[in-house]
């Protein structure tokens, strides 16, 4: 997640994260990336993990949607699991 | 009545040492007798990311041993869990102080671990390995996990499927036993 924040502020930030609390852990910055500060990165936080959920909902409504469309054209549940589990 | 024996070596019937103490409660045995000599290992939970395309240390994955003799070996067993944030490769390897462990692969890697998937969702799994080391030293060796994140974009994480969530962080680790040789 912090690391997917720091991607967010630059998208071609070569770094490594050791920990998962923005508040504790260890930024290494690589290959001349210049340093962000946690600050900002924390403040980037919500925007990532929210952007996160999104993708996870939009996926299980695109399952959802895709399994209607196969009942659609005539696909019992059982033809359907059958397809895609 | 319970009686003690005293000794300090034992014998074949070809005058071989099989059994040895050296008096003070050390022992040493003969050729032959494969087994285990030492074990060390260490676990981490730290969630470790990166989006470095160069090989970098991971955290909590290291770990040193000073064989006894130049004609054992080393066994490693490295498991972690990883994830991926997006579609991505990426790659492992491990280092025995500055020196890649190479299993023949033009890129040294021990391994790979990939995830090919859609762009927005994650991918994960598990690896592991037993690697037979062979250091021919007596002297302290350090075996690291290295990572880096392939091509692409996005990053690798290992200890969590990066779902930023804790509970849903593992335990990794890295074992390191001496064999006889």
Known sequence: MIIDAILKINSNAKCSVSGSDIDTCEITWHDGTTPISKEDIKAMIPTVEQELKDAEQAAIDKKASGKQKLKDLGLDDAEIKALIG | ?181
């Open chain 2, 1 to 181: 009545m319970s009686s003690i024996l005293k000794v300090d070596q034992l014998q074949d019937s070809g005058g071989n040492n099989i059994i040895t103490s050296d008096g003070s409660g050390n022992i040493t045995t003969g050729t032959g007798m494969g087994k285990v000599l030492q074990v060390v290992g260490t676990q981490t939970d730290t969630v470790f990311s990166t989006s470095s395309t160069s090989f970098v240390d991971a955290t909590g994955f290291s770990l040193s041993i000073t064989p006894s003799s130049a004609s054992n070996k080393i066994l490693i067993s490295l498991h972690f869990m990883y994830g991926l944030s997006a579609s991505v490769a990426s790659a492992c390897r491990l280092l025995r102080n500055t020196d890649v462990i190479t299993l023949g692969d033009p890129l040294n890697n021990l391994g790979n671990v990939y995830a090919a998937h859609g762009s927005t969702n994650q991918g994960f799994g598990n690896f592991g390995i037993n690697y037979l080391d062979t250091p021919n030293s007596t002297s302290a060796l350090t075996y690291k996990l290295q990572v880096l994140r392939g091509s692409g974009s996005g990053s690798l994480h290992i200890n969590n499927r990066n779902s930023g969530t804790s509970t849903e962080d593992r335990i990794g680790s890295l074992t390191l036993m001496e064999v006889s040789g």
